[in-house]
């Protein structure tokens, strides 16, 4: 019964591991959406600003209003650039995560099955000592018969 409690152990501290990756998988995807989303963001911003600088060629300031825009694009393409970044480092946590998770999951399996494998053992063997011992009874009891 001890190799048993001894899989147990060993299979919770795989589970307890699973659930922080878990935890740790979820808010790297939840980061990841965040910067997305920023990104989308800004995507959206330096559309605007190009946009906007085609139409202020009619203006008298069109030069100092398109390079301001062109200031402000620069300033963008530079956040998103960093922003990309981090997103990729984000990814391979994640990738990191998965694979960890996925390991854990393989000895959480192994763990669980030499448990079962041992449960049964027991219960073959508690079966086999039973029969043993009926066995010798009904001997026992045959052979009193006969006296």
Same mark, same amino acid.
């Given at each position: 019964?001890k ?12 589970? #307890?591991?699973? !659930? &922080?990756?878990? @935890?740790?998988?979820?808010s ?6 965040? %910067?997305?989303? =920023?990104i989308?963001d800004?995507?959206r ?10 139409q ?20 963008? #393409?530079?956040? !998103? &650039?960093?922003? @990309?970044?981090i997103?990729?480092?984000?990814r391979?946590?994640?990738? %990191?995560?998965? =694979? ?6 393989e ?30 009874l #009904? ?5 009193? @018969?006969l006296?």
């Amino acid at each position: 019964m001890k190799t048993i409690n001894t899989w147990k152990t060993l299979a919770d501290r795989e589970k #307890a591991a699973l !659930r &922080k990756l878990s @935890e740790r998988k979820k808010s790297l995807s939840l980061e990841k959406e965040r %910067l997305e989303a =920023r990104i989308n963001d800004i995507d959206r911003y330096i559309l605007e600003y190009t946009s906007g600088m085609k139409q202020d060629t009619g203006d008298e300031h069109s030069v100092q209003k398109i390079n301001s825009k062109m200031n402000m694009v620069t300033q963008l #393409a530079s956040g !998103r &650039k960093e922003l @990309e970044k981090i997103r990729n480092e984000c990814r391979q946590a994640l990738e %990191l995560v998965t =694979r960890g998770m996925i390991k854990h999951q393989e000895e959480l399996l192994k763990f669980n099955k030499v448990r079962e494998n041992q449960k049964k053992l027991i219960i073959s063997k508690e079966k086999y000592i039973e029969n043993k011992e009926l066995d010798s009874l #009904a001997l026992h009891n045959f052979v009193s @018969e006969l006296r």
